[in-house]
């Protein structure tokens, strides 16, 4: 037992901190009050063997909590920064009705806030403090997926990107808003109503996922295709892992060389010293957590095709609706057989205003490919 003792004590805390990050978290409770050292190690924040057991009850199947994930606040040994990864992921229901809430500062709940939620929800902060507007969030999302309620929020705002390069914000009287309703109508005005709406989950985060409508079809011309709607799906220069150069792919038989020509140099020239880096603010969920690089996984389905073609050699044309749809858990894991199924199904018709800000957050490098942006209908004449 010596000799074990002896030999444990001379490992360095570093491997001591990967070895406990191993265990759950009741035993890593009971052993962060064994000894001096085993306190000392679970109370560094630079060591923070927390936080594995923690990210694997965040990340679990179903959000499934340890009982012990309900109470870590009360414990001195886990540092304070556990807790901006727990408010930023873990489930609305979870923190509101069951989770003891650490004592945080100001900043730490600014940041919590700015992590999870959508930008232009800030809007709502008014003279308040940032826990308040972090509480009031969370509220307002699950009672939002309970019933539904539109007293505070009777319009919901969206963006739709058109093929001239200019973009609108619009909005709709939220009771009944219903995005698939809406881009049916902009297909007519376009003379697109006999192609099939297209729908993409383009990135999901703790409350709300951003998606967005619009139509692939063989186009005739180029001045059809809408680089934006590509270039917000697909951001310039970023390829999926595993896609392969088409160059060898069989014609379309629609002008390709000239089409591939044209969306290689269309609204890209201010792109060219572009930076991507992985979204943090607000953090994506794990099915999208390389955004707006490409995550393996199988719900990332952005990148349906390979190099300048879509699906079967087809290009996005007309406009592309943008939104933001709450989820809850059910949500998350209803099942999707066909793309309409991520619109149509219970509790799939709670929705939340998509804002420029909001657009600035998620895709910065639309700013420099929106040639024109217009609050409200019309060509912003």
């Not at 992590?115 to 003279?127: C, N, Q, S, V, Y």
């Not at 709607?229 to 892992?241: K, S």
Request: aromatic residues 8%; glycine residues 6%; contains cysteine.
């Amino acid at each position: 037992m010596t000799n074990a003792a002896i030999s444990f004590d001379s490992l360095p805390v570093e491997l001591v901190a990967d070895i406990l990050g191993v265990v759950d978290l009741k035993s890593l409770i009971i052993l962060s009050c064994l000894s001096r050292r085993l306190r000392q190690i679970c109370a560094d924040p630079a060591l923070n063997p927390w936080r594995g057991p923690i990210l694997r009850n965040l990340r679990s199947e179903g959000a499934v909590y340890e009982d012990a994930f309900r109470n870590l606040s009360v414990f001195s040994t886990v540092p304070r920064n556990n807790w901006i990864e727990i408010l930023s992921i873990a489930r609305a229901e979870y923190l509101l009705f069951q989770a003891s809430l650490p004592v945080l500062s100001e900043s730490d709940w600014q940041v919590c806030f700015r992590r999870r939620f959508l930008p232009d929800w800030a809007r709502w902060k008014g003279e308040g403090r940032w826990k308040e507007l972090f509480l009031k969030m969370l509220y307002k999302v699950v009672h939002r997926m309970s019933i539904s309620c539109t007293a505070e929020e009777a319009w919901t705002k969206f963006i739709v990107l058109n093929r001239n390069g200019s973009a609108n914000l619009l909005s709709s009287t939220s009771r009944s808003f219903n995005p698939l309703v809406l881009f049916n109508e902009m297909k007519i005005q376009n003379n697109l109503a006999h192609l099939e709406t297209r729908i993409r989950v383009v990135v999901e985060f703790a409350d709300v996922r951003i998606i967005a409508l619009g139509v692939l079809n063989n186009p005739r011309s180029p001045l059809s295709i809408n680089n934006n709607a590509r270039a917000f799906l697909h951001p310039p220069g970023l390829r999926r892992d595993d896609e392969q150069d088409d160059s060898g792919s069989a014609s379309t038989g629609v002008l390709e060389d000239e089409l591939a020509s044209k969306l290689a140099n269309m609204n890209l020239s201010g792109l060219d010293d572009h930076v991507y880096e992985p979204l943090s603010y607000p953090l994506p969920s794990t099915s999208f957590a390389n955004y707006p690089f490409f995550t393996p996984g199988g719900k990332d389905k952005r990148w349906s095709g390979s190099g300048t073609l879509e699906e079967q050699g087809r290009h996005w044309v007309g406009g592309m609706l943008l939104t933001a749809q709450l989820i809850s858990e059910n949500t998350r894991h209803h099942a999707i057989q066909q793309e309409h199924d991520i619109v149509n199904g219970p509790g799939l018709s709670s929705y939340a205003s998509f804002t420029w800000v909001d657009l600035e957050a998620i895709a910065p490098w639309m700013s420099d490919l929106i040639t024109k942006r217009i609050d409200g209908q019309g060509l912003g004449h």
